[in-house]
Nanobody, 127 residues
Framework: VHLVESGGGAVQAGGSLRLSCAAS????????MGWFRQAPGKEREGVAL???????TRYADSVKGRFTVSRDNANTLYLQMNSLKPEDTAMYYC??????????????????????WGQGTQVTVSS
């Protein structure tokens, strides 16, 4: 499986970006797809999750109301990011898995849940 992210860049606080993740096969062939981010010196953090067979979504508390995960009817996953903040600066990764178990706490599953990863796209938000 190949995942290729695009759409990152540098924006000012309050701006928007839309990330795309092109998969080498239809998104329906995965159980879950998600977006993670990692800033220098920090652990990889789950940002958003899409359960492909139900289109249920989950978000990290830090991005709720600002970020939206979605997909098209083919091979692409998106992350619409609005009202960006400097603390959103990180490398953003797309991930996918064929087996996804959701916890009851509403959180995005940990990175270890996912077995396919993209190379990442950098998002930099300036104040």
């Amino acid at each position: 499986v190949h995942l290729v992210e695009s759409g990152g860049g540098a924006v000012q606080a309050g701006g928007s970006l839309r990330l795309s993740c092109a998969a080498s096969r239809h998104t329906n062939t995965f159980s879950c797809m998600g977006w993670f981010r990692q800033a220098p010196g920090k652990e990889r953090e789950g940002v958003a999750l899409l359960v492909t067979y139900s289109d249920v979504t989950r978000y990290a508390d830090s991005v709720k109301g600002r970020f939206t995960v979605s997909r098209d009817n083919a091979n692409t996953l998106y992350l619409q990011m609005n009202s960006l903040k400097p603390e959103d600066t990180a490398m953003y990764y797309c991930a996918a898995t064929g087996s996804c178990t959701l916890g009851r706490d509403g959180s995005v599953p940990p990175a270890a849940t996912f077995d396919s990863w993209g190379q990442g796209t950098q998002v930099t938000v300036s104040s």
